[in-house]
């Protein structure tokens, strides 16, 4: 065990500084963005680690901290949701809990993606063949990136969904995509991709050109998120961001407010409770004055005991 252990650090580049950092980070970037995530949870997932990708840039390592609820919030999903999919990813091998959050602190969480080979060795797989068009890491705009469109309202489970995010966030200006490309390039189904491409073309987040699609000329503009309001607005979800957040707060003042309580009631000095009543015992002689707890051990009011060699009288025991 020792010997391949060995030979897995060897192989592994060192880390010496936060650039190193910086890059491994932009690897898994490359790796998020890219993989085709199948399956009914596979958005959700990516939303996961996308998100989290973020805090590990903001912290320069893969080491980053963050809580249930917050991570829910940057996700756009709600805390369920986001539970559920960090036990995936620690069950896939994507994370791994270092120290789990206790009182107001966050959990601490590491990065442990299985492999960090070249880009077509980390997508090829049985169950996820290499993508048709493989994008680099500065090839996307950072305005169109999944993390800036997954919490938005727009893109609420009732909106456009987090399908339609990811496609919004393949998509480019120049080089047009076709429906099967994007299926394969996002593991979506081709159905579910035809029809979240129809609806970014009503709300004229995409368009189509001669079979492919691209995003709008307009680009991600400043003014964007001024339709981005107006989509959620017409499609029934504006709001919900906020409303997740002010019910994350609140019941971040309830826990708060229930330490508090729990910890005044620690300090406050209470008797402690007697098994025994006062006047069972004569302070002076240590005599039972009660007929009824003759028997009875009662050197210690908290822990009476029961003389083994005592008769056992039932009435006097009533």
Not at 14 to 21: F, P
Not at 152 to 168: C, I, N, P, Q, V
Not at 187 to 202: E, M
Not at 279 to 302: A, F
Request: with cysteine; aromatic share 6%.
């Amino acid at each position: 065990m020792l010997s391949r252990a060995r030979e897995f650090v060897a192989c592994k580049p060192v880390i010496e500084q936060r650039t190193d950092a910086l890059v491994e980070l932009a690897r898994l970037r490359d790796t998020i963005e890219n993989h085709p995530w199948k399956g009914r949870t596979g958005g959700t997932d990516q939303k996961n680690l996308t998100a989290r990708l973020r805090l590990a840039e903001l912290s320069g390592g893969f080491d980053h901290t963050v809580s249930v609820r917050h991570l829910a919030e940057l996700m756009g999903c709600a805390k369920s949701t986001a539970v559920k999919s960090n036990q995936r990813l620690v069950d896939l091998g994507y994370l791994k809990l270092i120290r789990a959050g206790k009182n107001a602190e966050a959990s601490q969480w590491h990065f442990t993606f299985p492999s960090l080979g070249s880009p077509d060795q980390q997508h090829a797989s049985p169950a996820h063949p290499p993508t048709v068009r493989h994008r680099g890491a500065g090839s996307v705009p950072e305005t169109r990136r999944l993390h800036t469109l997954m919490a938005d309202d727009a893109f609420h489970a009732w909106a456009h969904g987090t399908s339609g995010a990811r496609l919004l966030a393949t998509l480019d200006q120049t080089d047009g995509v076709s429906t099967a490309e994007l299926a394969v390039a996002t593991g979506l189904h081709p159905s579910t991709v035809r029809r979240r491409l129809i609806a970014l073309i009503d709300d004229g987040l995409a368009e189509q050109n001669d079979g492919l699609y691209y995003l709008t000329a307009s680009g991600y503009a400043p003014d964007e998120a001024h339709q981005l309001r107006g989509i959620a607005t017409n499609r029934g979800t504006i709001g919900y961001g906020a409303k997740r957040k002010l019910r994350h707060a609140h019941d971040r003042a309830q826990y708060a407010q229930w330490r508090a309580l729990r910890a005044e009631r620690r300090r406050t000095d209470r008797p402690r409770l007697s098994l025994v009543p006062d006047g069972v015992v004569d302070p002076e002689t240590g005599e039972i004055t009660d007929c009824r707890w003759k028997g009875w051990h009662l050197s210690d009011p908290l822990h009476p005991t029961w003389f083994d060699d005592a008769p056992r009288d039932p009435a006097t025991a009533a």
